[in-house]
């Protein structure tokens, strides 16, 4: 992977002794040091209530890092270097002692190591807990330095379209925004950015990209897990504050959007942003909602929870591309399968000519974007032998087969490196977090979800919503369907 190396900088973590430091940014940034781009002044402060040596959290980040790592310690040699540059801070978040302490670390990890007053603050903690921290960092004139000073702000980001706005103006107290990086990690994963590759570096998809050729649109994010040990955050949220307001909203926003002028953080956004104020309000007839059975077992979930596991929506985007093409999204665990894709598909050939065949099937483009990172055109083709008959097929492009089994870096991996290059194009903007919300939040009042047996494709109801569509949801392998 061609990768520039980032300035070095102190990364501080908040949150340092939790689970997402453990499992996603610690093996993160230790692949990042394994190719390079790392340089070797980088220094990681981890700040957490609990009580730590160093000693201790340079264990449990290697404890993290030799589980979770793409390029493990076994593989890169450089954990003994690495592991000196994490040290931890024991302290409150509430408390301004820690913030003078961090104060007083960072400009002795500038002094020792030159990282020239770059800083970089992940909130791995609970949402709660985000208001007061950005508060105490602008408190004790951490918000500014001698060179930059980003914050990244992990999801939920907020828990509706007021609680969103609030956070922002919080936020915005003590950050401006081109210090914020707002984490949706869809936008990290590399097949996520290939939507616009696909669409804006080849010249053959694009003139078909419109209502004049596409019959409907098909986004499919399924998770065949259950809510499992994050049934108490699960039951406060559910599947459309969990995964619509930001992961499929986001996959929308990039198949719909329109080619920005440039490739930058500013213009991608703008088009995004576009898409989401096109947005026609989704009707309640459009909206299908979801619960496992056995979810209101879930130690956790509240007695007669409500709170659905598994939704599809059909919605419009209304501007000049799209009118009239019915994007349907579906996403929910306890599913069959784990699986993101994204199905265009085209409208039918206008008049029959192959008479053996009493219908083709339209041709659809497919972009799974997981577990199996591939591209599928699907088509029809003559079957051999006489007559007129013919077969769909498929055209299919794999990531693991032409770029080689390790090639696709960790979603972390490249936020937290275009966080540390300033680069903001991944990560969702203020407006952009407050119009999503505001397209989900009439949803979440949508009536109780239907039950439906772990395991199956959701409610009966989610299959007859793309009905109109003459076909079911597409799913994984397309051979001979
Ligand atoms: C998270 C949700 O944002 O995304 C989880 O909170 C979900 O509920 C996860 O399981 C899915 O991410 P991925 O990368 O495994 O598809």
Aim: hydrophobic fraction near 40%.
């Amino acid at each position: 992977m061609t990768r520039i190396q980032t300035e070095p900088a102190a990364i501080v973590i908040f949150g340092a002794s939790g689970d997402l430091t453990g499992r996603k940014l610690a093996p993160a940034l230790h692949s990042l040091a394994c190719e390079g781009v790392l340089p070797p002044a980088t220094q990681i402060i981890g700040v957490a209530r609990s009580p730590l040596t160093d000693t201790a959290f340079r264990e449990r980040v290697y404890e993290g890092v030799e589980a979770y790592a793409r390029l493990k310690p076994g593989i890169c040699s450089l954990w003994s270097d690495m592991s000196d540059r994490y040290t931890y801070l024991s302290g409150g978040y509430d408390d301004p002692e820690t913030y003078r302490r961090l104060a007083e670390r960072l400009a002795q990890v500038d002094a020792a190591h030159g990282t020239g007053g770059n800083r970089l603050f992940y909130l791995a903690i609970p949402p709660l807990l985000y208001p007061e921290v950005a508060a105490q960092l602008g408190k004790a004139g951490l918000n500014h330095s001698s060179g930059w000073t980003r914050i990244i702000v992990e999801k939920p980001f907020g828990h509706d379209l007021p609680s969103a706005e609030a956070l922002n103006a919080q936020v915005h107290r003590v950050f401006d925004e081109s210090q914020v990086y707002r984490i949706d990690h869809y936008l990290g994963k590399e097949t996520v950015q290939n939507i616009l590759t696909l669409r804006f570096a080849n010249a053959i998809f694009e003139p078909l990209w419109n209502r004049n050729y596409v019959d409907h649109v098909q986004i499919t994010v399924s998770e065949s897990v259950s809510v499992g040990r994050r049934a108490g955050y699960y039951d406060t949220s559910g599947v459309l504050r969990d995964m619509f307001q930001n992961h499929l909203l986001q996959l929308l926003t990039l198949t719909a959007m329109e080619p920005p002028p440039a490739f930058n953080a500013r213009f991608l956004r703008d088009e995004k942003v576009k898409v989401l104020q096109a947005v026609r309000a989704i009707a309640p007839d459009d909206v299908v909602l979801g619960q496992y059975e056995g979810y209101l077992q879930e130690a956790g979930v509240a007695r007669g929870s409500r709170t659905p596991t598994f939704a599809a929506l059909r919605l419009y985007v209304d501007n000049w591309r799209w009118q009239g093409v019915p994007f349907y999204l579906r996403s929910g665990k306890s599913l069959p399968q784990k699986l993101s894709e994204i199905t265009l598909q085209f409208k039918r050939v206008p008049h029959l000519l192959f008479r053996d065949n009493a219908r083709l099937a339209p041709n659809r483009l497919s972009i799974c974007l997981q577990p199996d990172e591939s591209i599928h055109l699907h088509f029809e083709t003559k079957t051999p032998g006489a007559g007129m008959r013919t077969s769909p097929v498929d055209m299919e492009f794999h990531y693991g087969e032409d770029f080689g089994e390790h090639a696709l870096p960790e979603a972390y991996e490249r936020l937290l490196l275009d966080a540390l290059q300033g680069d903001a194009s991944l990560f969702a903007r203020a407006d952009e977090i407050e119009l999503s919300w505001g397209l989900i939040d009439p949803l979440t009042d949508s009536g109780v979800p239907a039950p439906y047996m772990p395991g199956s494709w959701g409610p009966e109801a989610a299959h007859a919503l793309v009905e109109q569509q003459h076909c079911d949801w597409y799913l994984g392998r397309r051979h001979g369907d």
